[in-house]
């Protein structure tokens, strides 16, 4: 470890999924520690602490949030759609977001600011994810013949896409900025959710049987964070 490195500042998250306490480090969350629900948590610094040598080399191999800036252009990988963004400051007190020809988005108001430009965004974003997203879904859950009881479509921190005991799916819609096929490895791992909830081997075998080398696809979407631009992650 080098020599007066610290442990920096952490987030303690509880999960109903989790089974024991792990750490976890990403360009999103920072430091987090995930334990299960209920979990004792005077344990935790010591824990940290015992972790400190690996925690110094994630935290050196992420990469950093970078500084949130006013995009140039919005590339949706998942509709192979890039959308290119001019400003127009005007006395408005809220940021208008207008869709032009040329796959032109015109944003006016007070967009001078990253932060209001960037609620500007998401709402737009969010608006084109739902029009995408839940569709699809009902399309793969049709196809595959795994039925759901009802999708949400949100911004999620730290998961593409969650299923509850319910078969109550909810999808990131930062999904949209990865490229179809890993888009649709998430989809249809929820959807095999619906059927085996936990990761057991029942359930990688149901999700092979749908996408084969589900494994190796896993661990590209693990990485894919870092398709996603700043603004997406306000």
């Known amino acids: 470890m ?10 303690i998250r509880e999960s109903k999924r989790a089974r024991r306490m792990t750490i976890k480090v990403s360009s999103w969350t920072g430091l987090e520690v995930v334990v299960p629900v209920g979990f004792n948590q005077k344990h935790i610094a010591e ?12 935290l050196e191999n992420t990469h950093p949030v970078e500084e949130l ?14 959308w290119s963004v001019e400003y127009s400051p005007s006395p408005d007190q809220r ?9 032109l988005l015109l944003l006016t108001g ?7 430009v960037a609620a500007a965004l998401n709402q737009w974003l969010q608006k084109r994810a739902v029009g995408v997203l839940k569709p699809w879904l009902g399309e793969l859950g049709t196809q595959l013949s795994l039925p759901f009881s009802r999708v ?8 593409w896409g969650s299923c509850s005991a319910e078969k109550s799916i909810s999808l990131n ?19 095999c959710h619906c059927r085996q909830l936990d990761h057991s081997k029942k359930f ?31």
Request: aromatic content about 8%; proline content about 8%.
């Open 95 to 103: 940021v208008g977001l207008l869709e032009q020809p040329g796959n």
């Open 69 to 82: 800036k006013r995009p140039e252009s919005v590339e949706l990988g998942l509709q192979n759609d890039t």
């Open 110 to 116: 007070p967009v001078n600011s990253p932060l209001t």
């Open 173 to 191: 819609r930062n999904l949209l900025f990865l490229p179809e096929p890993m888009a649709r490895y998430v989809l249809v791992h929820e959807l």
């Open 204 to 234: 990688w075998d149901l999700l092979e049987t749908f996408e084969p080398n589900a494994g190796q696809t896993a661990a590209r979407v693990r990485e894919a964070s870092e398709s996603v631009p700043r603004w997406a992650m306000v």
């Open 2 to 11: 080098t020599e007066g490195w610290t442990i920096p500042d952490y987030n």
């Open 47 to 58: 824990f940290v602490q015992s972790k400190s040598r690996w925690i110094e080399k994630a």
């Open 152 to 159: 949400s479509v949100r911004r999620q921190k730290t998961k």
